[in-house]
């Protein structure tokens, strides 16, 4: 499994940035696409999830109500829209992604349980 992830850069508090992660190769009938952040000095925080089979999504309570994860209509493309975003949303961001013969996989929270990682994109939320 390969993950591509894009869109990272500078924005100021209260702008916005999207991100992309395209993947490609699943050999599994089913999976979950996450983003998954880290901060420099802190562990690696989940952000959000999708399960591209059916669109079902998850979010962090940090990001709720800011963050919305979509996908596109191929599937191969998951989409991370960052509004209003914060100073303590900097971190590097990383697109990753579990398989499953599972239909109903549910969308991990833990960064642990995620398989295939992409490279990241710096995030930074700065004046």
């Known amino acids: 499994v390969q993950l591509q992830a894009s869109g990272g850069g500078l924005v100021q508090p209260g702008g916005s940035l999207r991100l992309s992660c395209q993947a490609s190769?699943?050999?599994?009938?089913?999976?979950?696409i996450g983003w998954i952040r880290q901060a420099p000095g802190k562990e690696r925080e989940w952000v959000s999830g999708l399960r591209t089979r059916d669109g079902l999504t998850d979010y962090a309570n940090s990001v709720k109500g800011r963050f919305t994860i979509s996908e596109d209509d191929t599937k191969t493309t998951v989409y991370l829209q960052m509004n209003n975003m914060k100073p303590e949303d900097t971190a590097v961001y990383y697109c990753a992604a579990i398989e499953s013969d599972h239909m109903l996989m549910p969308v991990s929270t833990s960064p642990s349980e995620y398989r295939y990682w992409g490279q990241g994109t710096q995030v930074t939320v700065s004046s």
């Open positions: 190769g699943f050999t599994m009938s089913y999976n979950v």
